[in-house]
């Protein structure tokens, strides 16, 4: 330990003493990294919740170190999260220690790695390990990957490992997962294909996970009206293995492609379905055509009892997934549709997903001298159908039964996230660019976020940019949501002043003006300031946050109300 | 050579075929007679307190654990219905021999005892802290006293339904803070008068009476996860049921409490614990 621990204030030290320049070399070897620091002082703030913060000042910090020599790379990463912000913290996201290295070697025939990695098959319906530091999830794997590419075109990859828990050591892990993956790119293996512009493609996965079952689940039935009993999983009827296959293809021509996914999870009773049997399924397919002026997308997706996870206790959000059902709703950074984003739903979603841009011509009578980009959308998701099984039913609930049926193109009796908008954008003049956007939102408070409702808004949006000067812009964004529903109507305006490549100030407010309660007409206002040299961004800002939630492709975590100073440092070398 | 990697593939492909379990249903078993036919009255939550529990381990052999024994009956004195005690007959030194034949340990008992890596008695381990090997009596007071006792997380109702021989326990747990971690429920059985000699420095009390002795636990060693997953929400309230049979044991029911502890799954921390009589003739010692 004490050596692992000089081990880390060395690579610190060589870190800090680095000269700041991109990537080292020497020799063949290569030396690259990135270290970051986002730190905050906490103010409290009875009337947005923004609880007091023992210590004051919390951090989140680590520093990436890779090596690599022709085809050998090596990396680690430190993490100091030990007192991390109170969002991380709540997402009990904290510890500190190398919690990610791995060493790896690749030629153009195989490629191996021993340590930490991530992967995805396909879509990611049977596994993706990935991180995603905003939202605090990594769920590498721990263990060995081999790829292999024996032939043009033809990929195999296999993995084993365990899940990353947040800090948890792997010490006493009784639960790991292992996977194989193979596709075929007909255009990589005949070019003739590809050459004409066709794309095919054709792939398979098959991901088991393994958790040993060594303690009973207890459940409670209800058998009639006002009986209540227990009853009891035995360890023996508690299925330690279990796996997930898919099969995926993609085939296109010219401006067409398609892509599906079909996924099959077989029994896996666990706490976020309710200890049922049944298997479950997802399948996505997605349509794009695109020729000039003009793109066309459309995407559907299904998800029933998809929830995969390494333990079968877990219901944390986000820890702990072995796949990830993807979002296909547009994804907007507008600050008032921060709280309404739709998060994908893996045990019981189906949707659909339209947009449509088209390019109104340059230099037309309609279309400006520059053009004018047009853009429409439409989502609709519902949970799924499902019909109790008479076992279901007889015992007064799901747990320890084959849970349902489900018609697999059948929409759900309740709307969860509908989404109709339209997005204007024209550069005006040389120095003067506008867009606007309408958005009408139906998102389903209960089922996504567990309070009771349904918030109908209308959000309008207006961002202006003006460059001012070579190398200087100003930027203005202006919002505004009108719902009677949950918190009410909010506005928010943004002015941004950039001096190309070195700062950037921007001074926002949001002001939630028709709460219902008055005492929560509340402003949330932001200051904030950035320098940048090189590869390297130091940020000061200062000001509220709303307590909400934020949503990175369909993947949301909770984000606590805070107020005060943060202050973040991001370099690269 | 290149072979190599295609053996490894194969491998797994070998190793995934077999990664795959087939449960055939039934699925569960219900518990038998558990069907919860009691009302329990409206719960004020203001007027529930936390309750403490002390579990001491002893043993009939051990010539120090009369003043332990001493100690716990000053404390519960002191603390009045506030301190709930059982006493984990374990060890060594709570082995029957021919001088002193009456087992007076559990199964349950010695599962404790092991977990908390009790080796030196007696020992009081008070609430489930983390303290291996517990802590001898003269630190019991402050202990307890160290148990944040101004407000109550939980509150348990129980109601025993007892006819011939045979226990019925009814139990309502309601949660009264929010609590992020499972929490477990068991259910213990512990007797008190128990006439049975017992080493006291030197000399032998033949007719010592051992209180609180705890005879087994009517759902496991650590009990039974609340509603399946252990997780209730703030307001929540569950209802849990177990039934047991005396026959064929020679505990005496009219000197028997059921000690319901509720505890928090991940550090063993006690929220909330109770106790009521078997019978309504208990005869308290």
Redesign the interface.
């Known amino acids: 330990m004490k050596k692992l621990l000089q081990s880390v204030l060395l690579f610190l030290l060589v870190a800090a003493a680095w000269p700041a320049q991109a990537q080292h070399q020497l020799g063949n070897s290569r030396i690259s990294g990135d270290f970051g620091f986002n730190g905050m002082y906490y103010i409290p703030d009875s009337l947005i919740g923004a609880d007091a913060v023992d210590s004051k000042v919390r951090a989140n910090a680590f520093l990436n170190l890779l090596y690599s020599n022709g085809g050998f790379s090596a990396g680690m990463r430190y993490e100091f999260y030990q007192f991390p912000l109170i969002d991380f913290e709540k997402l009990n996201y904290k510890g500190q220690g190398i919690r990610y290295f791995f060493a790896d070697y690749k030629n153009d025939?195989?490629q191996v790695t021993a340590g930490n990695f991530y992967e995805q098959f396909g879509n990611g319906l049977t596994l993706r390990a990935y991180e995603e530091r905003q939202l605090g999830i990594d769920n590498s794997l721990l263990g060995a990957r081999?790829k292999?590419t024996?032939y043009k075109g033809i990929y195999?990859t296999?993995v084993?490992g365990i899940e990353r828990l947040n800090f948890d050591t792997y010490v006493g892990r009784r639960d790991f997962v292992?996977?194989?993956d193979g596709e075929i790119n007909f255009g990589e293996m005949i070019p003739k294909i590809a050459e004409k512009g066709f794309v095919f493609n054709v792939g398979g996965s098959?991901v088991?996970k393994?958790e040993k079952a060594d303690e009973e689940?207890?459940?409670?039935?209800f058998?009639g009206t006002d009986?209540?009993?227990?009853?009891?999983?035995?360890t023996d009827?508690?299925?330690?293995?279990?796996?997930v296959w898919a099969v995926r293809t993609s085939f296109g021509y010219k401006g067409f492609r398609f892509d599906g996914e079909f996924a099959q999870k077989?029994?896996d009773?666990t706490?976020t379905n309710d200890?049922i049997?049944r298997k479950g399924n997802a399948l996505f397919l997605s349509a794009t055509y695109s020729m000039k002026g003009l793109g066309i997308a459309a995407s559907f997706i299904r998800a029933d009892n998809m929830d995969y996870r390494s333990q079968r206790?877990m219901?944390t959000n986000s820890l702990l997934f072995i796949n990830n059902i993807p979002a296909i709703n547009r994804q907007y950074s507008y600050q008032l549709l921060a709280d309404y984003s739709f998060a994908s739903q893996p045990n019981g979603q189906i949707g659909v997903q339209l947009q449509v841009n088209y390019q109104i011509p340059k230099k037309s009578k309609i279309g400006g001298k520059y053009g004018t980009d047009l853009t429409f959308n439409f989502s609709r998701f519902h949970n799924i159908d499902r019909q109790w099984t008479p076992?279901a039913i007889a015992?007064g609930t799901l747990?320890?039964?084959?849970g349902y049926t489900s018609n697999l193109f059948k929409f759900g009796p309740d709307l969860m996230y509908q989404d109709i908008g339209f997005e204007f954008h024209r550069r005006l003049t040389k120095k003067w660019e506008l867009t606007l956007a309408y958005n009408y939102i139906t998102y389903n408070l209960e089922l996504l976020q567990g309070h009771e409702g349904i918030m109908r808004g209308h959000l309008v949006a207006a961002d202006l940019l003006w460059k001012v000067a070579p190398k200087h812009a100003l930027r203005l964004e202006l919002q505004h949501l009108y719902t009677k529903d949950d918190e009410g109507s909010s506005i928010y305006g943004m002015l941004e002043y950039s001096i190309s490549p070195h700062w950037f100030f921007s001074v926002g407010d949001e002001w939630n003006y028709g709460n219902p309660d008055k005492a929560h007409k509340l402003h949330y206002y932001n200051i904030a300031a950035a320098y940048v040299w090189r590869t390297t961004r130091i940020a000061l800002n200062f000001g509220k946050t709303k307590e909400g939630i934020l949503c990175i492709g369909g993947v949301c975590r909770a984000v606590p109300a805070s107020y005060g100073m943060g202050l973040s440092v991001t370099t690269s070398f | 050579m290149k072979k190599i990697p295609y053996i490894i593939i194969a491998f797994f492909a070998l190793f995934l075929i077999y990664s795959c379990d087939r449960v055939e249903g039934p699925y569960i078993v219900l518990d038998d007679e558990e069907t919860i036919t009691v009302d329990f009255p409206d719960l004020d939550p203001a007027s529930v307190y936390r309750k403490v529990l002390i579990e001491e381990y002893t043993g009939h052999r051990c010539p120090n654990c009369p003043a332990g024994h001493d100690k716990l009956e000053e404390l519960i004195t002191r603390f009045g219905d506030t301190l709930i005690p059982v006493c984990i007959h374990a060890t060594s030194l709570a082995q029957p021999t021919t001088e002193f034949p009456d087992n007076l340990m559990s199964a349950v008992g010695t599962e404790l005892a092991t977990d908390w890596q009790i080796d030196g008695i007696p020992a009081g381990v008070i609430n489930r802290a983390n303290e291996p090997m517990g802590s001898i009596p003269a630190r019991w007071l402050s202990k307890v006293n160290a148990v944040d006792r101004s407000h109550a997380p939980a509150a348990i109702q129980l109601i025993n339904q007892y006819d011939d021989g045979l226990l019925k326990v009814n139990a309502k747990i309601t949660l009264l803070e929010p609590c992020n971690s499972p929490l477990k429920l068991s259910l213990f059985i512990v007797e008190n008068g128990i006439v049975s000699p017992q080493i006291n420095g030197t000399e032998t009390i033949e007719d010592y009476v051992h209180n609180h002795v705890l005879r087994g636990s009517l759902n496991g060693t650590y009990g039974q996860l609340l509603n399946g997953t252990g997780e209730l929400t703030a307001g929540e309230s569950y209802l849990y049921a177990k039934s047991f049979s005396f026959a064929g044991t020679n505990w005496k029911p009219e000197h028997c409490t059921v000690v319901a502890i509720l505890y928090d799954k991940n550090n063993y921390n006690v929220l909330q614990v109770e106790q009521l009589p078997v019978t309504n003739s208990f005869q308290p010692f």
């Open positions: 025939f195989i081999i292999i024996p195999l296999g084993w292992r996977g194989l098959f088991s393994f689940i207890n459940v409670t039935v058998p009986t209540v009993r227990q009853a009891v999983i035995a009827k508690i299925p330690q293995n279990v796996p077989m029994q009773p706490v200890f049997y206790m219901k076992e015992l747990s320890g039964t084959d």
